[in-house]
């Protein structure tokens, strides 16, 4: 009986490692034909602040791919993300998000009535760790006349940490250019005090799962508190990725937690919802 049931988990671990496999293996050209037929797009996630009238406004939006495959409906990034990530392909889905989101910028820029708020961008370690990188970026802008400084690049804790002779370089080069720098899921990697202090960045997003709960867990509590001071005594300012719920806010606000993204306020929306958004004014 025990060996059946062992035998069974066996090949059940490795039908499902073979269906990995093999997803990723038809992941690959399909992908290839995403971003060439433009069957990505780009949803925006508002960031908001809580200002001293009391009140919440949006302060900017991050732009998150989408990829809606006509054969099979969309495909979430938590899916396709890594896997562009193991294949290499990210680098070109990250040129891709970069151009669709400066044209978008553009584009808000061209309609006078439109106020215009700074765009975070993804950046993964690939592209990030590439010698072309920020002579693409910049080749983009002087086509579009898009301002850096309307461009905010989010680069994960994990990818900053892997090269730091490069990271540092390459921060410093973007940073001189007048783009606004933030260290995405800070919490989840392995950054040392000292990197920390020498990255010139403007912003650590505290990872989503410090802020799940954070009102009822006492030593995420004491974590929030602890990224928050330490950010400020570094001059960043912080934002809380996933906030869902008013008492996760509340608390967040109560530690000084600068700003704020997640369903709570918006669920990422396309771009042409993002001129009307009303947000919950619930802390007046
Ligand atoms: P991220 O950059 O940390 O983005 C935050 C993720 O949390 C997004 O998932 C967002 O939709 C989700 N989120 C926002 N608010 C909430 C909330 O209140 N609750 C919960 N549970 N989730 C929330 P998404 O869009 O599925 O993206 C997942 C990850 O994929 C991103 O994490 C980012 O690492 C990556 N990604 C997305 N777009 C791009 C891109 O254009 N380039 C690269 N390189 N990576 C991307
Ligand atoms: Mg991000
Ligand atoms: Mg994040
Ligand atoms: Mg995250």
């Known amino acids: 009986q025990a060996k059946n049931e062992g035998r069974g988990r066996v090949s059940f671990f490795a039908k499902s490692m073979q269906d990995k496999v093999q997803f990723r293996v038809a992941l690959k050209p399909a992908l290839q034909k995403a971003i060439s037929e433009d069957e990505l797009f780009l949803l925006y996630q508002p960031k908001t602040e809580f200002a001293a ?3 919440f406004r949006t302060v900017g939006y991050e732009a998150l791919v989408r ?4 054969e099979t409906g969309m495909v979430s990034p938590g899916e396709f993300i ?3 990530e193991d294949s290499g392909q990210i680098v070109e ?4 998000v970069i151009k669709a989101a400066v044209a978008q910028l553009a584009q808000w820029l061209k309609e006078p009535q439109t106020p215009v708020l700074p765009v975070a961008i993804n950046v993964s370690a690939a592209l990030f760790s590439r010698s072309e990188f920020v002579d693409d970026l910049r080749a983009i802008l002087d086509a579009t006349g898009v301002p850096s400084s309307l461009i905010e690049l989010e680069i994960t804790e994990h990818a900053a940490t892997v090269h730091i002779e490069n990271t540092l370089k390459t921060l410093r080069e973007l940073r001189a250019m007048g783009f606004r720098l933030a260290i995405d899921d800070f919490g989840t990697g392995y950054s040392s005090l000292s990197y920390l202090r020498e990255f010139p960045i403007d912003h650590l997003k505290i990872d989503l799962s410090f802020v799940r709960d954070v009102h009822l867990d006492p ?7 602890a990224i928050i001071a330490m950010a400020h005594s570094l001059e ?10 008013r008492e996760e806010l509340e608390l967040l606000v109560a530690n000084e ?3 704020f993204q997640g369903y709570y306020f918006s669920k990422p929306i396309p ?7 009303d947000l919950p004014s619930v802390m007046t």
Not at 219 to 225: A, C, D, P, T
Not at 271 to 277: D, I, M, Q, Y
């Open 53 to 55: 009238d009391g009140r």
């Open 67 to 70: 990829w809606n495959k006509p």
């Open 82 to 84: 890594p896997a562009a």
């Open 93 to 96: 889905v990250d040129r891709w």
């Open 219 to 225: 030593k995420k509590q004491g974590l929030v508190k």
């Open 236 to 245: 960043l300012t912080t934002i809380a990725e996933g906030v869902e719920s």
């Open 257 to 259: 937690c600068d700003a």
């Open 271 to 277: 771009a042409s919802e993002c001129v009307k958004l």
